[in-house]
């Protein structure tokens, strides 16, 4: 099930196949425009690729937080994996040339914001779960 995959892992494939040259336009990369709108002032905005991985992986993040609120072994899991998924972007980011972008780098600080997060929501769930004072 889906809902067992950090969710973040989606934006590091995603980012690999384009980087890599696997899809995708191959002249542009991310700097390909997506959608371009014209606006009330009369300028011209346009969206690219790599602006739209952002937005993706911004709404993967909040699902991802409502997701640490969750209690159990499978919490336990997540965050384990969330770790993994950090740990790959990190190395990626320090090693590989084509991941040395700050939209990477950005995907790469949405990864440690879920884990810093979860680990957080977990510790203070964990605390007022917890019962002190003999009162039961």
Known sequence: M???VPLLS???IIYNLVAFDIVGDKA???AAPFMSLNMASGAV????????LIVFALA??????IKSTRIGNASIADHM????VFIAYLVEFL??????????FSCMAMSLIDLVAGFSVSIRSA??????????
Do not use: Y
């Open 2 to 4: 889906i809902w067992k």
């Open 10 to 12: 989606l934006p590091l």
């Open 28 to 30: 542009h990369g991310w």
């Open 45 to 52: 905005w346009t969206m690219s690729v790599g602006d739209l």
């Open 60 to 65: 993967l993040l909040f699902v991802e937080i």
């Open 81 to 84: 994996l969330s770790t993994f």
């Open 95 to 104: 090693l590989v040339p084509a991941a040395a972008t700050s939209l990477f």
């Open 127 to 136: 605390a007022r779960d917890v019962n002190f004072g003999g009162h039961g």
